[in-house]
């Protein structure tokens, strides 16, 4: 029995399947307090069978090393409740014989979209997501990338668009991509909800503004030969061949990858890449 679990800030979703990324059954909740959250997954598994292998995708700040004593650990996370609570501990303790592998919930979509998706058969990819907060998961020859921690693509310096004055809601750096292009940041800037605005104001050519200098930063680190962006925010009709008109300009020609395009597109899997790289990540090495 494979088990894959994709823990996120607001949703979590448990399934049974295959190491290949097949779905077999899913159930999906609201995430509340760890124990509450990790006891009502563990229930379900239990009701199903005993799990050999689960794959977790979790929303971080995340311990994403194996070795480290941090491994599956949320760090200063601002979800109340879950700073310092060990995932891979608490699955451990409820399924000592399985094999637990841990990573991002962006990453493991990443590798969802790379072997089954928008990216299918493509060894470098980056998946930007855009909700509450603005995160990336980058597969680079075929791995999955982490550093002393995971990516923090969202906390990136961008240059300012011509006229723009907004604050910026971060509330460690105010005006970093995630604090002027996220979910919130265009509720606060906009004074409604990115979903309630219409297809033609204006803020969708700031959003996409953003976004391709968030992909030019990708573009000139790891070189992905495709860059997804899903998230609620972009679901805006024509928001993907926007940010590629904006990234081309920035690029100026000098980049390689980009002549190939589509560069920049929409996930195939949608609601399903989180789970299903969960999945993906019992075989991923």
């Keep these: 029995m494979i088990a894959g679990i994709e823990l996120g800030g607001t949703k979590t979703v448990v399934a049974t399947g295959t190491a290949g990324g097949i779905v077999h059954e899913e159930w999906r909740f609201p995430t509340t307090g760890p124990e509450e959250t990790l006891g009502r997954f563990i229930n ?6 005993t799990p050999t292998a689960i794959g977790v ?5 995340l311990g994403v090393n194996p070795g480290r004593e941090n491994y599956g650990r949320l760090l200063a996370t601002p979800k109340p409740g879950w700073s310092g609570f060990s995932i891979i ?5 409820a399924f000592p014989q399985a094999r637990v592998v841990i990573e991002t919930d962006v990453n493991a979509a990443a590798l969802a979209e790379a072997r089954l998706g928008a990216a299918k058969g493509l060894d470098d990819v980056a998946y930007i997501t855009i909700g509450t907060g603005i995160g990336a998961g980058i597969l680079s020859g075929g791995r999955l990338i982490h550093g002393a921690l995971h990516p923090e693509v969202g906390h990136i310096k961008v240059a300012r668009q011509a006229g723009d004055d907004f ?12 604090g002027l292009a996220s979910g919130p940041s ?3 800037r906009w004074g409604t909800p990115a979903v309630d605005l219409p297809e033609n104001h204006p803020a969708w050519d700031t959003e996409a503004w953003y976004l391709a200098q968030g992909a030019l930063s990708l573009l000139g680190i790891v070189a992905p030969a495709k ?7 972009s679901q805006a009709t024509g928001f993907h061949l926007k940010v590629e008109a904006l990234l081309k300009n920035l690029a100026a020609g000098y980049f ?9 597109v929409a996930p195939a899997l949608g609601q399903q890449a989180g789970i299903i790289g969960a999945l993906l990540l019992t075989s991923h090495s």
């Design 44 to 49: 379900w598994l239990r009701e199903r069978g």
């Design 57 to 61: 995708g979790a929303f971080g700040p």
């Design 89 to 93: 501990e608490a699955l451990a303790a």
């Design 167 to 178: 604050a910026g809601v971060c509330p460690f750096h105010g005006d970093c991509l995630e």
């Design 186 to 188: 265009m509720a606060a």
């Design 227 to 233: 860059i997804i962006i899903g998230g609620g925010v």
């Design 256 to 264: 390689i990858p980009l002549q190939d395009g589509p560069y920049i």
